[in-house]
C-alpha cells in the first residue's frame, strides 16, 4: 500500500492548526497533527519542503521503518519543529493502518485498559470570587479534576487566567478568554510583566481557600510554567504540601533536567513536567532518577504515537504515568491520538482537556467524546477524527504570537 501523496493543511478556526494528511494509492487517508504554537509555518514549511516528497511511494503500513527513516536520516535530529513534523506523519501513517484494520486505533495498541481517560479542567480567575465560580462551572460540567490558576496583585495579566481584555485572539473567536489560548494576534508578541515574590507569597493562601471552599477531595493541578529557580520550586512545592496538589506542573525551565534533585528532595508535591520535551532522551535522567512523577508531552511534539508509547513504556518500569498535555493548541487530531494511546496504556495517569471551539470542531468533526470526566475515544476505525475542506477554507492562516515576560526592572524572563 503506497503512499500517493502528503498535503500540509493549513487552517485557522479562531486559532491555528497544521494538519498533514496522507493519502494511499488505494484511497486510505490518515491525519496528523504538526501544530507548533506560534512557529506554525515552521513545521509547515518542514512538511512541505523537506519531507513530503520522501514520502511518496513508500509502504504506508512500515510506521517504525518511516520513524527511524525521517529521525535518522535527517542527520539533525530532535527539536520540536522536527518532532512535530515526524508526529504527524506518525499519526497519520497510524490511522491509515487502523482504517485499513477497520479498527478504532487503540485495538492496534493493544485495546482498552480503562473505560475513558480521566480529565482536568483549566479554572481560574483574576481573584477568588471569580475562581470559585469558574471551579463550579467545570464542577457542573462534569470535570473531577481541576486545574487552579489565579491572577497575582500587583500583576496586569498571568499566565492561564481568564482575562476580558485579553479576549479576541483566543479560540473562540471574540469571545475568547485569555486562558483558553494565550496566543494573540499580533504583529510581534505581547509583553506581560512578572514577580516571582509576589507569586510566591499569594499561590498558598489561594490554595488554602480553595481547599476550605471545595474540601479535601478533589483533585487540584498547579502550573508554574517554568518561572521558578530551582529553590523557589522547591519553596513552593513545600507550601503547597498541606493542599494535597495532584500536581504542581513545570516548576524549573525543563532545560536543566539535573534542577529537578533540588525540587524533589525538598518537596513531596507530585510533579509534572515534559511538554516542551520532544524525545525520550529528554526524560532519561527524569525517570531512572525518579525526579518526576508524570510524563507532560503530547503526541504532536514528541515524535508520534510510536515514540511517545515508547516513552510511556519507559516512565512505567519507573512507576511514573501519563499526563499529557492537551490544551487548544493541541488539534483534535492530537488530541484523539491522546486518547487512543492514553486508553491503552497501563500507566495512564490523567488528561488535560480544554474544549475546543465550536468552528475546531466543525473543521475535524472528532468522534471522541466527554462523559462524567472522562473523555472516551471513538470506535469507528482509525483516530475517528476528519478534515473538511471546506470549512478550512474558510479559516485561513493569521499569524499570532505566544507573548512574552519580562520581570519588574524590564528583564527578560520566561514565560
Known amino acids: 500500500m503506497k503512499i500517493a501523496s502528503a498535503e500540509v493543511l493549513v487552517s485557522s478556526p479562531g486559532r491555528n492548526f497544521v494538519t498533514l494528511r ?57 527539536g520540536p519543529v522536527t518532532m512535530a513534523s515526524i508526529a504527524a506523519v506518525d499519526t497519520a501513517l497510524w490511522d491509515i493502518k487502523a482504517k485499513v484494520a477497520g479498527l478504532p486505533l487503540y485495538q492496534l495498541l493493544g485495546g482498552k485498559s480503562r473505560v475513558g481517560c480521566l480529565t482536568y479542567g483549566h479554572a481560574s480567575g483574576v481573584d477568588l470570587p471569580e475562581l470559585f465560580d469558574s471551579i463550579r462551572e467545570h464542577l457542573d460540567q462534569g470535570y473531577r479534576a481541576i486545574r487552579v490558576q489565579t491572577g497575582i496583585p500587583g500583576l496586569d495579566s498571568v499566565y492561564g487566567v481568564a482575562s476580558s481584555k485579553n479576549a479576541g485572539a483566543g479560540d473562540s473567536g471574540v469571545s475568547a478568554r485569555y486562558d483558553h489560548e494565550p496566543a494573540r ?35 487540584l493541578l498547579h502550573d508554574s510554567h517554568h518561572r521558578l529557580t530551582p529553590i523557589q520550586a522547591a519553596k513552593l512545592g513545600k507550601s503547597l504540601e ?21 525540587v524533589r528532595e525538598h518537596t513531596t508535591t507530585p510533579l509534572a513536567i515534559g511538554e516542551v520535551f520532544n524525545t525520550i532522551w529528554d526524560y532519561r535522567e527524569l525517570f531512572e532518577e525518579q525526579l518526576i512523577d508524570y510524563v507532560r508531552s503530547p503526541v504532536t511534539h514528541a515524535g508520534g504515537i510510536t515514540a511517545l508509547r515508547r516513552i510511556f513504556d519507559y516512565a512505567a518500569v519507573y512507576q511514573i504515568k501519563s499526563g499529557v498535555h492537551g490544551p487548544t493548541d493541541i488539534s483534535p487530531v492530537g488530541l484523539a491520538a491522546a486518547l487512543h494511546l492514553g486508553i491503552a496504556i497501563p500507566n495512564f495517569g490523567i488528561q488535560e482537556y480544554m474544549k475546543h471551539s465550536a468552528a475546531t470542531d466543525e473543521l475535524f468533526r472528532p468522534t471522541y467524546f466527554f462523559d462524567g470526566g472522562y473523555l472516551v475515544p471513538g470506535d469507528g476505525p482509525g483516530l475517528g477524527v476528519d478534515y473538511d475542506d471546506l470549512v478550512a477554507d474558510a479559516h485561513p492562516y493569521e499569524g499570532a504570537y505566544l507573548p512574552v515576560n519580562r520581570l519588574l526592572d524590564g528583564s527578560m524572563h520566561d514565560w
Open 185 to 219: 494576534r499580533s504583529a510581534v508578541p505581547v509583553e506581560e510583566s512578572w514577580d516571582t515574590r509576589a507569586y510566591l507569597r499569594h499561590a498558598p493562601t489561594v490554595f488554602e481557600a480553595v481547599r476550605n471552599e471545595f474540601g479535601p477531595e478533589l483533585p
Open 22 to 78: 496522507i493519502t494511499t494509492d488505494d484511497g486510505f487517508v490518515g491525519l496528523g497533527d504538526a501544530t507548533l504554537n506560534g512557529r506554525e509555518l515552521a513545521v509547515a514549511s518542514y512538511l512541505r519542503d523537506h519531507i513530503a516528497a520522501l514520502l511518496i511511494g513508500r509502504d504506508a503500513h512500515q510506521i517504525e521503518d518511516t520513524w527511524q527513516y525521517l529521525y535518522r536520516g535527517a542527520y539533525w535530529r530532535r
Open 242 to 262: 498541606p493542599y494535597d496538589l495532584f500536581w504542581l506542573e513545570d516548576v524549573t525551565p525543563a532545560e536543566n533536567q539535573a534542577a529537578l534533585r533540588r
